[in-house]
């Protein structure tokens, strides 16, 4: 048998189907010919569908020729798009001299407005540290071209973006009179400034505005994310937070009166993250009889934790005994403090010390705790357990994790007590 068909050709390993409407039919319909993919390969197949499609096709001129405007019946292996439709009609109008009558086509959203509508639906599913960061990153790349329709965005326009981003200096989102500011007036500020946002911080902002554009386009406002192909070229280079020194411990220790020294004294002795100390209540500490007193690190009403792994049982040093008789009998243990105001706090308390080595922050507590653990000889897995950490003692970490039932309070309660504060 021929493998020719009629109105119908192979086209790759696709058969496609075609065949030109008459003029008159062409002007009511808006299309001068009937398109249609058969989506096989194969030529018998195509054969039946071809004459299943031919059908259609002269139904549709029939109706077409008695005055109705007919559309096109959808096949179950594919259907016309109207973006397809519409171009023809433009084709027919250039050739034909024919005019249609057209409904106005919808203006594109505005960056602008399409930001604003990605940050609401992610602050409803992001904690607040991860999306003042998103919020950030989106709100400079908003604030470039804000009326620009979000259809009229370019390559180009992602490239000059991305130029920019290295010229801003650190401070902005720290100083108040940042706050609102377009891209351009950021970059006027940051002008005379040599401290300018890590490469780190580059990509981060590069990563999430590319989020936001790849949103637009699963919104169906986009075909395809114009910024795609545009690499980042910056090398980033790790910054671990410091550790910080006995001597320097023993300053931050010296002065009781700081707000957050209750906390500083919290985080060194139990290795929890700001967040998770910052956010205990009183229901979340634990008696144990003999084995004394154990923080339950959970979600709770004021925090979320970082990962599934980051909950745990904790036991409480016995130099914090005296620290926890004087918080609230109730409710939140640090009520008047959370992530934002620790990190600030901390800043000011080192930079009133001297204490300006690269890197030194409030997270640093947590590396000191871990680093004491090492320096006693207690296995990383261990460790691990007790600050939340996934294990590495198995390179099939997963599988360690289902089969072991962790470490038990006893050893727990034995590593924290081998910990000791400089003196």
């Known amino acids: 048998m021929s493998n020719r068909i009629r109105y119908a050709y192979l086209k790759g390993n696709t058969w496609l189907y075609r065949r030109n409407y008459p003029t008159d039919v062409a002007l009511v319909l808006g299309v001068t010919a009937y398109k249609q993919s058969l989506k096989t390969s194969d030529a018998k197949t195509a054969r039946t569908r071809a004459s299943e499609v031919n059908a259609v096709f002269e139904r549709n001129v029939e109706r077409a020729r008695s005055g109705l405007e007919a559309e096109l019946l959808n096949q179950p292996w594919g259907s016309s798009s109207r973006d397809a439709i519409a171009q023809l009609r433009d084709a027919l109008e250039t050739s034909e001299g024919v005019i249609f009558a057209r409904k106005a086509k919808k203006a594109a959203p505005t960056v602008s407005e399409l930001s604003k509508l990605y940050l609401r639906r992610r602050g409803e599913q992001l904690r607040p540290g991860g999306y003042k960061s998103v919020r950030y990153s989106v709100g400079l790349f908003s604030s470039k071209d804000p009326d620009l329709p979000i259809d009229r965005l370019t390559r180009e326009q992602g490239k000059n973006f991305l130029s920019l981003i290295p010229r801003l200096s650190r401070l902005i989102g720290k100083s108040g009179g940042t ?57 980033v280079r790790p910054a671990p937070y410091a550790v910080p020194t006995d001597e320097e411990v023993r300053r931050l220790l010296r002065d009781v009166n700081t707000p957050i020294y209750d906390l500083l004294k919290v985080c060194l002795l139990t290795g929890m993250r700001s967040g998770e100390a910052a956010g205990m209540l009183r229901e979340d500490l634990v008696s144990k009889g003999n084995l004394g007193t154990f923080a339950h690190v959970r979600p709770n009403r004021l925090r979320e934790l970082k990962t599934e792994g980051s909950e745990r049982l904790v036991p409480l040093h016995s130099e914090l005994e005296a620290i926890f008789t004087r918080l609230p009998a109730a409710g939140p243990l640090f009520p008047s403090l959370n992530v934002n105001l620790v990190t600030k706090r901390f800043a000011v308390l080192r930079k009133k010390l001297g204490l300006e080595r690269e890197g030194l922050v409030f997270h640093s507590t947590r590396k000191w705790f871990i680093t004491q653990c090492e320096r006693t000889g207690v296995p990383e897995h261990f460790t691990a357990s007790l600050v939340g950490h996934q294990s590495a003692r198995s390179e099939n970490q997963l599988t360690y994790s289902i089969y072991s039932a962790g470490i038990s309070d006893e050893q727990k309660r034995g590593i924290i007590d081998q910990i000791r504060l400089p003196c």
């Open 179 to 235: 706050y609102g500011r377009s891209l351009d007036d950021l970059l006027t500020f940051s002008e005379d400034r040599k401290d300018w946002i890590t490469p780190r911080t580059q990509r981060r902002i590069w990563s999430q505005v590319n989020h936001f554009i790849d949103w637009t386009v699963y919104e169906g406002h986009l075909q395809q994310n114009p910024f795609k192909t545009i690499r980042f070229e910056q090398k």
